[in-house]
């Protein structure tokens, strides 16, 4: 079965300050791995996604997350944050080419100005 | 882009109505759409996949006799709530895979239900 962690509900980050979402997934075969993004009132939106290759993929907005195997990590980073990066963030995995997708329950980014 | 609509936006209805709730993949085709359900400030929840052409499979705990759902064609598939219950007052949101073989689906906007 699989299941998705997202550790923090809430992360606060300062305008131009390094974004760190935390998410760890268990899978019992080879994951797919993504990030949604929610901005408020509006619908789920793909930032990024990670099938198979680089284990370093880049999103939308100057979104970028690294797979890494041997932690079951799929951490969502930015270098510097703005103040429309406030949303909500969910973190999600599939098995393999399987459609199934299972949610984390999300971190909320605050952006101070 | 891939555009997933839902109809309608919101609903209020009676305890012990039906409500059904229309999820249609506007510019692609979609073999295959799942429902969600997000209470507020939450993840979304899977409730269950919908696969044109026949029955949808339930997740756990999901009761299938409550929650109706029909993929009729390759655009639409809809979720009927039978006898809701203020309980089940939620966000409904669907989702679509493009039959093209994407392996991105695609979100509608959601549904907020209210049952007084």
């Known amino acids: 079965a699989q299941s998705v962690t997202q550790l923090g509900s809430h992360v606060s980050v300062s305008e131009g300050a390094l974004v760190l979402l935390r998410c760890n997934y268990s899978s019992s075969v080879p994951p797919y791995l993504f990030w949604y993004v929610q901005y408020p009132n509006q619908r789920l939106q793909l930032l990024l996604k990670y099938t198979t290759g680089a284990t370093l993929v880049k999103g939308i907005n100057g979104f970028e997350a690294e797979f890494k195997k041997s932690e079951t990590s799929f951490h969502l980073t930015k270098p510097s944050a703005h103040m429309s990066d406030a949303a909500e963030y969910f973190c999600?995995?599939?098995?393999?080419?399987?459609?199934?997708?299972?949610f984390g329950a999300g971190t909320r980014l605050f952006v101070k100005a | 882009g891939a555009v997933v609509s839902q109809h309608p936006s919101r609903v209020i209805c009676k305890s012990g109505t039906s409500v059904k709730i229309e999820c249609r993949s506007l510019d692609f085709q979609a073999t295959t759409m799942f429902w969600y359900r997000q209470f507020p400030k939450q993840s979304l929840m899977l409730m269950a996949t919908?696969?044109?052409?026949?029955?949808?499979?339930?997740e756990q705990g999901v009761e299938k006799d409550k929650f109706l759902i029909n993929h009729a064609s390759l655009t639409l598939s809809t979720l009927t709530v039978t006898s809701a219950h203020p309980e089940d007052s939620s966000f409904y949101i669907c989702?679509?895979?493009?039959?093209?073989?994407?392996?991105?689906?695609?979100f509608g906007p959601g549904t907020r239900l209210l049952v007084l």
């Open positions: 989702s679509a895979f493009p039959t093209s073989g994407q392996e991105t689906q695609y």
């Open positions: 919908s696969n044109e052409g026949s029955k949808a499979t339930y």
């Open positions: 999600a995995v599939s098995e393999g080419g399987g459609f199934k997708t299972i």
